[in-house]
């Protein structure tokens, strides 16, 4: 199993407070200052996790949003960015 049990853990953990934060990071800003929540240049403490399991685990965390309900894709896209990044990937952010 890539990651260990732990990683996988505090990788959950980690997302689940980052997505219950979002709406509090966006409430009242412009799109241009949302989109620096995903930066470019990110440590990678979740090296190892497959790109599947990161993606499946952040479609998991958010498809119940209680907040932020008619802005389902910035949630998803930002958390999915920035989790892929501290994973070690070199995700692509595309909104239309």
């Given at each position: 199993m890539a990651g260990g049990p732990f990683l996988r853990a505090l990788f959950r953990t980690h997302l689940w407070l980052s997505a219950r934060l979002i709406p509090v990071l966006v409430a009242?800003?412009?799109f241009e200052s949302v989109l620096k929540l995903?930066?470019?240049q990110l440590p990678t403490p979740y090296r190892g996790l497959p790109?599947?399991?990161v993606v499946s685990r952040v479609?998991?965390?958010?498809r119940h949003p209680w907040?932020?309900?008619?802005?389902?894709?910035l949630r998803e896209g930002l958390l999915g960015f920035r989790f892929l990044r501290?994973?070690?990937?070199?995700?692509d952010l595309h909104f239309g």
């Open positions: 009242g800003r412009d995903a930066p470019l790109c599947s399991y479609n998991r965390t958010v907040v932020m309900r008619d802005r389902r894709c501290m994973a070690g990937f070199n995700p």
